[in-house]
């Protein structure tokens, strides 16, 4: 039996931007009755006041959490897993618990550990959206307009609560897809996190070449697209890099595999093999640019 | 004795985006009397008759090359050694051979094999501007404005040639610095030929993924940025990294130690190692985006 989940009380555990502008979006909308914010910092939740995000706040989690309906873990990736740990015995069977971060399977193990299986109404999402900028002055209540949330639920899962979680996301404009735990962890390493992981190296090697102030004289455009996203948040990338380990090691594996070949290729002078290298990855990223065009995704997305 | 070097009569070996951008400009000004081209597709050659960039044009190269001032070799990089080669014997004392090839030291050796020695009057050159798109159609009289020109002379080199070569970029809005060859491949290679090594093996490595539908699917901005220079002429960028082979290699050994040290720092969890070198990165990052503000350059240089 479906159980009779909403999102008309909404409690946010960690008020920056993404939970900001979902609480703007759902409220501008009139999608939701009452949004309370939990936190950490009350500075963060004072300024969601005024901003007129919240019609409350509070500092205490099981005060947060009692009667909502859905509760949206928006913290930073690893405050998320110790979030879980505190809300065991605070969650009652008729609420939703749901989350943001760019990675799904630490907290879907931590999940386990906490409760020793899977709530049937834990469902565990990941909307791509982001800012250069981070932090509740950043919220909007348009960040999610037209961009993608992938909703990563397991066998375990309710699937009225799932569909609830997509209803909300979907309030805010926002394309709702599903992927397993695993394969979203998969592609968001190849995708995003070894981009960062490969930007953020470059930048350091250049940064320490002897000739470094000729090297950023004359970088150019290119340069600057390629490194743009070694600016992210180191904090928010360590979380990541660290929540999202194993995928992303095992990729780092295999860029370097690929980089190697195209190395020995250049150092033996393998014309071919090189002009078969570059034209098989231009011809996949103009596909790839083509797919872009039909999407609405703003240049600014991040994780 | 200084000689009377000038750009009067200007001949162009290869028109394309950038031979015909610069006869454009200079034309456009009013700074140069004739601008002839050679080239092996007449189809190129006529078009730039129409496009109002030259005064006429020839398929013989001793033809082209008789009675010029100004002499630059404009073709592909690897068509550019070959040039050199079928210069010999054509070039008098009172001219003035350059280039805007992305690489210098494959050419400065190429004419060391051709003429024994670096004649007094061969300025290599290299604008760090271009376009996504090539040939003479994208051609613009603008496209050197505000960009820079680097030279690369040698203890050989004649500072009155070298003089005039400035003078011809400046004439077109260009800003020109100088830097020895060496110095320059080495630049390049970190600011532009390794990160395009980069993206082309990353997109490389996606596109075989077996979740490559997933993986294009739900990329986002950061990866659109981040991969945009995979979308670069193969060919174009195979004569680069052969030509600057190895400069490139030494530069791809160094990166891989770093992203190996990443990896190993992400494999052991070392959350302090990783944090410094996200952190480190973003400072420099950062640094040079601020740089880049006072600059004109736009997005769309490519080499």
Known sequence: ?????????????????????????????????????????????KRGMELGFLDGYTLDLADAVSAADMVVIATPTMIAEDVLGQLQGLLTPDMVLTDVASVKGNLLRRARQVWGTEPANLVLAHPIAGSEESGVEAARADLFEGHRVIITPTEATDPAAVSVVADMWRAVGADVE????????????????????????LVNLLAEQDAKQDIFRFAAGGFRDFTRIAS??????????????????RLI?????????????IEARDSEQILDLYSSAKAARDRFGEMLKDRSDDAKEQD
């Not at 599903?178 to 190296?201: C, F, G, I, K, N």
């Not at 370097?256 to 290729?265: F, I, K, M, N, T």
């Open 178 to 201: 599903q992927m397993d735990v695993e394969r979203h962890d998969r592609v968001l390493a190849a995708t995003s996190h070894l981009p960062h992981v490969l930007a953020y190296s």
């Open 253 to 265: 594996d295999e860029f370097s595999e690929r980089l190697v070949g195209l190395r020995a290729a």
């Open 232 to 249: 992210s948040d180191p904090k928010m990338w360590h979380d990541i890099s660290l929540a999202n380990g194993s995928a992303l090691v």
């Open 1 to 45: 039996m479906s159980k009779p989940y909403s999102f008309h009380k909404l409690v946010i555990l960690g008020l920056g931007l993404m939970g900001g502008s979902l609480a703007a979006g759902l409220r501008q909308r009139g999608e939701v009755e009452e949004v309370v914010a939990w936190g950490r910092r009350e500075s963060s939740l």
